[in-house]
């Protein structure tokens, strides 16, 4: 139930999508790139040779929280959904008990914790510079932001398992791995969960970048700190992408002989893209119709609550020690100056 509880098991959840969104944006960073991960080391080791059930639960973190993410607005609750679902493909990967099983599980950590925490950054960097955070209230950003817009395209096309891309290696890995293990069923749901992941992606973009702004928005200028942390997080994603060799020959275990590039990898990963635009542009109206839906509100509501206050709380806290050390620091400052 602990490992649960900090993996995202569906109903064991409802604290994630609320406590990623409300901190300040470079705690969301951090909490997105090692928190659930490091339960997700610790589910390997208390299920060395795979557990059916575990199997069965990712793949439903992983059509679930995909499903969820394609109707958020808020930026920052999308990709904490997608949190849910990616891994949900490491649980799988875990649950099915093979060696290229686990080594696909831990590839995609380390491509998950460098994209999901690229993601994260640039939705900061949007909230940072403009004060929105709702995808409704966006457009027109690519001209205003262009680094932030190439950032975006690098990690939306990683965890997108777009070719060339680190989770193009990382999730064809745990798909084979799931291929190979004969589970078709899981199978399905993995490259279902992709189409929803290039879904929400090109939503997140289209939004945010693409189309017109509604109305002027003033965005404000990138520090060079921003600007460099970006960069620096975009890299490994490509690097990765390009030489999959090196990144899968950093892991023990044996990825079983898992060639990415081989035609039939290509096509299955075209193919999930090329659904996944598809179904942006069959959808994109009723989409921008819908309302925020929290399914979570309705299964779940008393772990809702308790999630909802549970942060709340932690953020007045938060905000209280940020005063005080302000007051703090200040009264320090006018002490040396006199």
């Known amino acids: 139930v602990g490992v649960g509880i900090n993996l995202g098991f569906v109903g064991l959840h409802a604290w994630l999508p609320d406590t990623y969104a409300r901190p300040h944006v470079a705690a969301s960073v951090v909490l997105a790139a090692f928190t659930t991960k490091v339960a997700v080391y610790t589910l390997a080791r208390l299920v060395p040779d795979g557990n059916v059930l575990v199997a069965w639960m990712g793949g439903a973190m992983v059509l679930y929280g995909v499903t969820q993410a394609v109707l958020q607005t808020d930026m920052r609750r999308l990709l904490s959904y997608h949190i849910i679902s990616q891994v949900g493909y490491m649980t799988v990967a875990i649950g099915i008990g093979t060696a290229a099983g686990v080594t696909g599980a831990f590839a995609h950590l380390t491509a998950n914790v460098l994209y999901k925490g690229l993601l994260f950054m640039v939705a900061g960097a949007i909230i940072v510079r403009t004060g929105e955070a709702s995808l409704k209230r966006l457009g027109g ?33 745990v798909t084979k791995a799931v291929e190979n293990a004969g589970g078709e069923l899981l199978w399905w749901a993995l490259v279902v969960g992709g189409v929803g992941t290039v879904l929400s992606f090109v939503k997140f973009g289209y939004y945010a970048f693409v189309r017109p702004a509604s109305e002027p928005r003033r965005v404000a200028p990138a520090s060079p700190a921003l600007s460099l942390s970006l960069v620096v997080v975009a890299v490994p994603s490509v690097v990765f992408g390009v030489f999959p060799a090196t990144f899968l020959g950093a892991f023990a275990g044996d990825p079983g002989g ?81």
């Open 258 to 338: 898992f060639d990415p590039y081989a035609a039939s990898e290509l096509t299955k990963a075209v193919v999930v893209v090329a659904v996944g635009i598809v179904a942006f542009a069959v959808l994109r109206r009723p989409l921008g119709r819908v309302p925020v839906v929290d399914i979570d509100r309705v299964l779940h509501p008393f772990a809702a609550r308790v999630a909802t206050g549970t942060s709340a709380f932690a953020v007045r806290v938060g905000v209280k020690v940020a005063l005080a050390r302000s007051r703090v620091v200040d009264r320090l400052r006018s002490g040396v100056g006199r």
């Open 141 to 173: 950003l690519a001209p205003a932001m262009p680094l932030t817009f190439v950032a975006f395209l690098v990690a939306a096309l990683a965890i997108a398992g777009a070719p060339g891309f680190s989770g193009f290696v990382s999730k064809g890995l």
